[in-house]
């Protein structure tokens, strides 16, 4: 693989905010559960002393590849630092069962720009690639579902992950073109969200079409309230959770998981915190960031 610049893979946002609330003790113990290309990870490893410990996990085989180069370390290695683990972070609970409880756990969910712009993942609507969009490369691909499920579910995967108006009259157009051919590559999806939405809101509504179909293919949010509530336990008293998303239901989901668990946790941020504007301007990627963050309080 092509050795990358770290910024080149992934430019790590909110890095201030990140390391602000997660507080990190120079010999804690912390779980970055979405590597990337180890923008946070770096930062976080750059306060730990000798006892400190970091375990980072990425689904994606890619991202483990590229950080295993970056730190010189091997994944699954335990005697050097950070420890990769190429898994879910779902698995977080189970992973650090026998790792004793943890003084903080980041998660900074979506994908990467490495992912977005290597357009053989098939995540950007820009590019022709085959529409894949998986993080792992097991289970149905986003042209699976666009040729296997039901025109309603579709509807419902564009309006509920894409909030998109025109969801219903997308996926009526797109089960009429896979009666003529199957759906293979972005392109294919492209020419029909074309043919149903006008141009000017064309760029829109194609981030949303592929950005709802992407957190489908993901399961990124119907498992992500559990995923969290699984994490709490793992926290140390005053262990720190900081999650950031891109998207209103992600951001939905985090505020609901720590206001359901308020016996365990204490609010570090009332509301969102969002990327200062200097950040949005040069790390447009950034702008949708929602950062939220709470510790444990026993
Ligand atoms: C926004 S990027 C993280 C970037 C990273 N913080 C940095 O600064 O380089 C999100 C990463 O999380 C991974 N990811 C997303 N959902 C995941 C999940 N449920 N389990 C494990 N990794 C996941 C993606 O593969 C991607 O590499």
Do not use: W
Request: glycine residues 6%; proline residues 5%.
């Amino acid at each position: 693989m092509h050795r990358l610049d770290p910024t080149e893979y992934h430019v790590p946002v909110m890095a201030q905010e990140c390391l602000h609330y997660l507080n990190v003790r120079a010999n804690g113990t912390y779980c970055d559960g979405t590597l990337g290309g180890g923008g946070h990870t770096g930062l976080i490893l750059a306060q730990l002393g000798e006892g400190g410990r970091l375990f980072s996990f990425d689904a994606d085989e890619v991202a483990i590849h590229h950080c295993e180069q970056r730190f010189g370390v091997k994944a699954g290695d335990r005697s050097k630092q950070p420890i990769l683990i190429h898994s879910n972070f779902e698995h977080m609970a189970e992973v650090m069962r026998t790792e004793g409880r943890v003084d903080g756990i980041l998660l900074d969910l979506g994908v990467s720009s490495y992912q977005f712009d290597h357009h053989e993942r098939g995540f950007s609507y820009r590019a022709d690639a085959p529409l894949d969009m998986r993080f792992t490369a097991s289970g149905p691909t986003a042209a699976d579902i666009l040729n296997e499920r039901s025109e309603q579910e579709i509807a419902k995967i564009f309006y509920d992950y894409g909030e998109d108006p025109q969801a219903r009259r997308i996926a009526a157009a797109i089960v009429n073109r896979r009666n003529l051919a199957p759906f293979r590559t972005t392109i294919d999806l492209r020419n029909v969200v074309v043919t149903v939405v006008p141009p000017q809101h064309q760029p829109r509504s194609m981030s949303r079409i592929f950005q709802a179909l992407r957190i489908a293919v993901n399961n990124e949010l119907v498992r992500l309230e559990a995923t969290l509530a699984s994490m709490i336990p793992l926290l140390a008293p005053d262990g720190r959770i900081v999650v950031m998303s891109y998207h209103s239901l992600e951001d939905r989901i985090v505020k609901n998981v720590f206001r359901d668990h308020s016996a365990e946790l204490t609010l570090l941020t009332k509301k969102a915190v969002e990327p200062q504007p200097h950040e949005v301007q040069t790390n447009p990627r950034s702008r949708s960031a929602k950062l939220r963050a709470a510790a444990r309080l026993l």
